[in-house]
């Protein structure tokens, strides 16, 4: 079993689902008393949060590129980060270090591919829904051409996040409010939903939208039990 290397806490509230999740994949994978290796490096996120506010994501890309070479050199055989905003600095992450960084996009949209799904509603932080790196991704490596809501409703998708998921708290009148951008989207031909950013799974999932959803959290976690369980010790790399 290869190690698994969390770069966490952003934030710690969904971290917790990968930790889990990871877990209770192996578990059930291998039988018995089996459990992950897994080592996290987990960070304050406050600090974090300031400096996507401050644009200084050059800052943030050396914080976190840091925090996966520790995980590298305590015996990480890939790095995972927690978090579908921070992959904007996934190169900078995978240039840190020789082992490979499971992207959560790509993983997202393999998913995304196989079900035949090909205008998805991405649900995610602004940062996510306006920027280029993720929605790039997606359509340049899986052919995704994903939608995102208008920008009144990505403002109200991006607030929720931030001021409440992250914090733990789930309101109804929030899920309802995710559910009547899901509607509208779907009015406007989207066939699917992506949980683009890992807190969003909190709040809503399959049993409330009624078009093939697609949990980033949770395939992303998937995919490293994926990795640590393979037989062959050969050399991966994902292409960020």
């Given at each position: 079993?290869?190690?698994?290397?969390?770069?966490g806490?952003?934030s710690?509230?969904?971290?917790?689902?990968?930790?889990?999740?990871?877990?209770?994949?192996?578990?059930d994978?291998?039988?018995?008393?089996?459990?992950?290796?897994?080592?996290?490096?987990?960070?304050?996120?406050?600090?974090?949060?300031?400096?996507?506010?401050?644009?200084?994501w050059?800052?943030?890309?050396?914080?976190?590129?840091?925090?996966?070479?520790?995980?590298?050199?305590?015996?990480?055989?890939?790095?995972?980060?927690?978090?579908?905003?921070?992959?904007?600095?996934a190169?900078?992450?995978?240039?840190?270090?020789?082992?490979?960084?499971?992207?959560?996009?790509?993983?997202t949209?393999q998913?995304?591919?196989?079900?035949?799904?090909?205008?998805?509603l991405?649900?995610?932080?602004r940062?996510?829904?306006?920027?280029?790196?993720y929605l790039?991704?997606?359509?340049?490596?899986?052919?995704?051409?994903?939608m995102v809501?208008?920008?009144?409703?990505?403002?109200?998708?991006?607030?929720?996040?931030?001021?409440?998921?992250?914090?733990?708290i789930?309101?109804?009148?929030?899920?309802?409010?995710?559910?009547?951008?899901?509607?509208?989207?779907?009015?406007a031909?989207a066939?699917g939903?992506?949980?683009?950013?890992?807190?969003?799974?909190?709040l809503?999932?399959?049993?409330?939208?009624?078009?093939?959803?697609?949990?980033?959290?949770?395939?992303?976690?998937d995919?490293?039990?994926?990795?640590?369980?393979?037989?062959?010790?050969?050399?991966?790399?994902?292409?960020?």
């Amino acid at each position: 079993m290869r190690t698994i290397g969390l770069l966490g806490g952003m934030s710690w509230e969904s971290t917790a689902v990968y930790y889990r999740r990871i877990n209770e994949q192996t578990r059930d994978r291998l039988g018995g008393l089996h459990s992950a290796e897994v080592l996290m490096r987990s960070v304050d996120f406050d600090k974090i949060v300031a400096l996507q506010q401050a644009d200084a994501w050059d800052k943030a890309g050396t914080v976190l590129a840091g925090f996966a070479r520790d995980l590298e050199a305590a015996g990480a055989a890939c790095v995972v980060i927690c978090t579908n905003t921070m992959h904007k600095l996934a190169d900078t992450v995978q240039s840190a270090v020789t082992v490979p960084l499971l992207h959560i996009a790509d993983v997202t949209g393999q998913a995304v591919k196989a079900a035949g799904v090909k205008r998805p509603l991405l649900l995610a932080t602004r940062y996510t829904m306006e920027q280029d790196f993720y929605l790039s991704q997606l359509r340049v490596k899986h052919g995704i051409a994903a939608m995102v809501p208008d920008p009144e409703d990505r403002t109200s998708v991006h607030d929720i996040i931030f001021g409440e998921l992250c914090r733990g708290i789930v309101l109804e009148q929030s899920r309802q409010r995710y559910l009547d951008v899901i509607a509208k989207a779907r009015a406007a031909g989207a066939d699917g939903v992506i949980l683009g950013c890992t807190e969003i799974g909190l709040l809503i999932g399959p049993d409330h939208i009624g078009l093939p959803t697609f949990d980033s959290t949770l395939l992303h976690a998937d995919s490293a039990v994926d990795f640590a369980l393979e037989q062959s010790d050969a050399p991966r790399r994902n292409a960020a």
